[in-house]
C-alpha cells in the first residue's frame, strides 16, 4: 500500500517542470543537499541501504510511462542510463533525486494527432469536403503553419484540434489505436464517426522505446 500512495505522490509532484521554477532558500538548501548525494547515490551498490542512511522516506520504487510527465522530466529520466541519478526536482514539502534501477524492453511507438470538423458549422457536404482537402493538402506537403490555418479556422468552423501524444503498439485501450498503427507518416486519414470528421495525422515515424522506467528515490523534506 505504502509503494502505490509513494507512487502516487511522484506521479503528481513530477506534473511540475521543475527546471523552470524559481527556489525559496529552503527549497535550494534541500536541491543543494540532494546534488551533494549525487555522487554517493550513484557509487552505492546497495541501494537500499543507502536509502536508510540518508533518506527521508523509506527504500521504494515507482515506475512511469514517457508522456506520464512533463516532457523536460521525460527527456531528462528516458535518456539516461541505469544506475545514472537523475534529478533533483522540487516538490511540495519534498525534493527528490532519482536512481534509475531498470527500464522495460522496449515498444513500439508512434505519435498523432487529430483535426477534427464539427458537422453542424457546416452548411453542406461540399463546403465540408472543401475544407478538408483544404488540410489534408497542407499535412501532405508539411506545412508548419497548418495549426496556425486551423486556429484561424476555428473561429468560423468549429474546428478542434487534439494531440494524441504517444500511442504504444498493443496499448488497445487507446482512442484510435488501429487507424493510427495503419497510418503512416504524411499519409493523413479522414475519419467519419458518430462525434464527427477527422483528420488523423501521424507526426512521428514509428520508433522502439522503453515503455516503462523503475525509479529509486532519494528524498530531502524541504524545510
Known amino acids: ?13 513530477c506534473q511540475t517542470s521543475f527546471a523552470q521554477m524559481s ?14 548525494k549525487t555522487k ?28 506520464d510527465q512533463k516532457e523536460d522530466i521525460d527527456r531528462e529520466i528516458f535518456s539516461a542510463k541505469v544506475g545514472e541519478i537523475v534529478g533533483p526536482f522540487r516538490g511540495d514539502s ?6 534509475v534501477k531498470k527500464f522495460s524492453e522496449p515498444m513500439i511507438r508512434v505519435k498523432a494527432e ?7 458549422s457546416f452548411k453542406d457536404e461540399a463546403e465540408l469536403k472543401k475544407y ?24 468560423k468552423l468549429a474546428l478542434r484540434r487534439k494531440d494524441l501524444g504517444w500511442i504504444w503498439e498493443h496499448q488497445t485501450d487507446k482512442e484510435y489505436y488501429e487507424q493510427v498503427y495503419a497510418a503512416e507518416k504524411g499519409e493523413p486519414v479522414v475519419i467519419r464517426g458518430p462525434k464527427g470528421i477527422f483528420i488523423l495525422n501521424v507526426t512521428s515515424e514509428k520508433e522502439k522505446a522503453p515503455y516503462k522506467v523503475e525509479l529509486i528515490p532519494l528524498v530531502k523534506k524541504i524545510e
Open 1 to 13: 500500500m505504502k509503494k502505490v500512495v509513494f507512487a502516487l505522490i511522484f506521479l503528481l509532484i
Open 23 to 36: 527556489l525559496t532558500a529552503a527549497e535550494k538548501q534541500a536541491m543543494d543537499w540532494l546534488q551533494t
Open 40 to 67: 554517493a547515490f550513484k557509487a552505492s551498490k546497495n541501494d537500499s541501504l543507502f536509502i536508510v542512511n540518508n533518506s527521508e522516506k523509506p527504500y521504494y520504487t515507482v515506475k512511469f510511462s514517457p508522456g
Open 94 to 99: 519534498f525534493c527528490y533525486s532519482f536512481k
Open 114 to 120: 487529430l483535426i477534427q470538423f464539427i458537422p453542424k
Open 132 to 155: 478538408i482537402d483544404k488540410y489534408v493538402a497542407l499535412i501532405k506537403k508539411d506545412d508548419k503553419e497548418v495549426y496556425k490555418i486551423a486556429l484561424k479556422d476555428e473561429e
